[in-house]
């Protein structure tokens, strides 16, 4: 079982670069310059709302039996969000306020936050390199009763290289086919100047949100030079063969970047006594995606080693690794295509076994647009850091009768 683990790991991870050896540059329709486009972008939106139940503000209950206790508490909370891009730079900020209320039954806050900060403006060489900073998670509770938490998890970051994500532009592509298009760059790009901003459209304020919706998809429909095709374009994601050939794209990127990043976490809760942990790690990070053989094979590739301690009264040394291969084969011109997943995660602090291995093939097939079958294997060595291992067979897929 071992030899066949290795050997498949090994295959994994040299398969991109022995059948990128043997194939000629890509002549796909989709140009790799624009797999990296950026359009800038900038949206928010702020909530308030009532927080005791319902979105209400304010309560009064007055107990009638057995006693004439009397109750009064007001609450409130807020959600507020921020997205904004550049071609070089993007923001991010959501911030919450869960609840806030007092009254007779005393006080409480809750809140959590989370944002962050990253610019590709660096450069190292030739190479073009990036920072980032924010918070991965922020959270705080407390009570009048004596409860209180905090969580706290700031992170910094530098690195070179740029990973891309290309789902939306694969897509694009294959609606553009669907409708009868000519996929020509010109009109992916102009398309993907608009797709791209999908969620600055859809979250602009107004008294009459259908507004948004008419108006995202009227400039999508031009730019994809589909006005006369205007309900067809718009329910295309309806079809059943276009939503099975649109998942074929999910999850996919291009490009490669590395990255060193330090994160520090802070915990501290208040029950009956005061605790507080702290732990720092330092990630490094490295991740390659791309396509080869005229775009019918996509390969991704990732690894992350993670040194760190953990301090909570005693130091404790901490050391994990995970590594992870994913390769999907797309036949042109069929409707069927395979995923094969591997990972290889390594953490000294894990018992009984210090590493799991899972790896994850499934074919794909859509027999007819109400019919669509699948087969799969799962292989488990060490499921979740335990004594267990399985191998698993599953078949199925979901016909519709009539």
Known sequence: MKKIVVVALILLLSLPTVIAEQTESVEAVTELDLYSLVVPMQYDS???????????????????????????????????????QTESNALSLDADLNS????????SLDIDASG?????????????????????????????????????APYGAIGVGRIYSITLLKQMELAM???????????????????????EYLNRFTDYTTENYKAYYQALADAYGASDKMLEFLFLDQAQTYQFDAARYQGMFYGWEAE?????????????????????????????ADFTMHDQLY???????????????????????????????????????????????????????????????????????????????????????????????????????R
């Open 46 to 84: 702020l909530f308030v709302f009532g927080c005791l139940g319902g979105n209400s503000a304010a309560r009064i209950v007055v107990d009638l039996a057995p006693t004439a206790a009397f109750d009064f508490n007001i609450g409130a909370g807020s959600s507020y969000t921020l997205f904004s």
């Open 100 to 107: 806030v209320s007092f009254g007779s039954g005393g006080f």
């Open 116 to 152: 962050s900060y990253s610019s590709y403006s660096l450069k190292f060489g030739d190479m073009q390199g990036f920072y980032g900073f924010g918070i991965q998670d922020f959270a705080f509770s407390t009570t009048t009763s004596g409860t209180t938490s905090m969580d706290f």
């Open 177 to 199: 086919r669907y409708l009868g298009l000519d996929p020509t760059s010109e009109r992916l790009k102009e398309a993907a100047k608009v797709r791209y901003r999908r969620a």
């Open 260 to 288: 060193a990043r330090l994160r520090p976490i802070l915990e501290y809760r208040s029950y009956w006594s005061p605790s507080t942990e702290f732990s720092m790690y330092l990630d490094l990070a490295g991740r390659y």
């Open 299 to 401: 390969y991704q590739a990732g690894i992350t080693l993670s040194p760190g301690f953990l301090s909570d009264g005693s130091t404790t040394f901490l050391f994990s690794t995970n590594l992870q291969g994913k390769v999907r084969y797309l036949p042109p011109s069929a409707p069927w295509y395979v995923d094969g997943l591997l990972s290889f995660d390594v953490d000294i602090s894990e018992t009984p076994k210090k590493f799991c291995i899972d790896f994850i093939g499934t074919f794909n097939y859509l027999i007819n647009p109400n019919f669509t079958t699948f087969a799969g294997v799962l292989l488990e060595i060490n499921d979740s850091f335990t004594n267990a291992s399985a191998l698993s067979v599953n078949a199925g897929g979901i016909i519709r009768i």
